[in-house]
């Protein structure tokens, strides 16, 4: 059964930081990229950060560049995405998501979060002023 399992995510004060960490099982790490998503109220799901199974590059948009980091541990099947600096607007449900190797080879970014094969639960960051 594959599982993806994010945790880490809380309360913090703005300029804090937090890491998640999104738990993989049940896929073979190394076929697939893992995104990051987040989704505020009222708000569309955007892709937050992602790393590319195919040649581990990592993608980040730009309200999160010089502020988050993604990295992964490979024996743990696990990616974190570092977050620090937080500001209020970080504030959100993030959720972490899978993308096969085989869309990749399509062209297909992992930021594309219609296209993600699969979503494990969310985990909420709230950050206040």
């Known amino acids: 059964e594959v599982q993806l399992q994010a945790s880490g995510g809380g309360l913090v004060q703005a300029g804090g930081s937090l890491r998640l960490s999104c738990a993989a099982s049940g896929f073979t790490f190394d076929d697939y990229a893992i995104g990051w998503f987040r989704q505020a109220p009222g708000k569309e799901r955007e892709g937050v950060s992602c790393i590319s199974s195919r040649d581990g590059i990592t993608y980040s948009v730009d309200s999160v560049k010089g502020r988050f980091t993604l990295s992964s541990d490979k024996a743990k099947n696990t990616v974190y995405l570092q977050m620090n600096s937080l500001k209020p607007e970080d504030t959100a449900v993030y959720y972490c998501?899978?993308?096969?190797?085989?869309?990749?080879?399509?062209?297909?970014?992992?930021?594309?979060?219609?296209?993600?094969?699969?979503w494990g639960k969310g985990t909420q960051v709230t950050v206040s002023s």
């Open positions: 998501a899978a993308l096969s190797s085989t869309k990749q080879a399509m062209g297909v970014l992992c930021f594309d979060y219609i296209a993600m094969d699969y």
